[in-house]
């Protein structure tokens, strides 16, 4: 059963940083591609970040670009995601995702990924 599971959530104040973590077992996890939503109380789903398997591509939603960075440690079957400068319109509850084989086209559209974790809920304020 593949199971994400995120952490690192929390209660940050504007300008901090916080780094989320997301563990995938039960699937090889090289072989999958891994991105970052989020959910603000009344909107969408909204895509964050995403990571090709191979490690060697990001991309980045326009509101987080420059200030949030995904990475990847294959041999822990972890996934991170690297949130700084935070501001108030972060706050949501971030959602870790994974699928074998997005095509590039797709990697921003939730509907492309079949599994997900519970999510995390990060607040921004002071």
């Known amino acids: 059963q593949v199971q994400p599971v995120e952490s690192g959530g929390g209660l940050v104040q504007p300008g901090g940083s916080l780094r989320l973590s997301c563990e995938l077992s039960?699937?090889?996890?090289?072989?999958?591609?891994v991105a970052w939503f989020r959910q603000a109380p009344g909107k969408g789903r909204e895509f964050v970040a995403a990571?090709?398997?191979?490690?060697?591509?990001?991309y980045y939603g326009d509101s987080v670009k420059g200030r949030f960075t995904i990475s990847r440690d294959n041999t822990q079957n972890t996934v991170y995601l690297q949130m700084s400068s935070l501001k108030p319109e972060d706050t949501a509850v971030y959602y870790c995702?994974?699928?074998?084989?997005?095509?590039?086209?797709?990697?921003?559209?939730?509907?492309?990924?079949?599994?997900w974790g519970q999510g995390t809920q990060v607040t921004v304020s002071s």
């Open positions: 995702a994974a699928h074998r084989g997005v095509i590039l086209s797709a990697l921003r559209d939730d509907r492309s990924y079949n599994f």
């Open positions: 039960g699937l090889t996890f090289r072989g999958y591609d």
């Open positions: 990571m090709r398997r191979s490690g060697g591509h990001t």
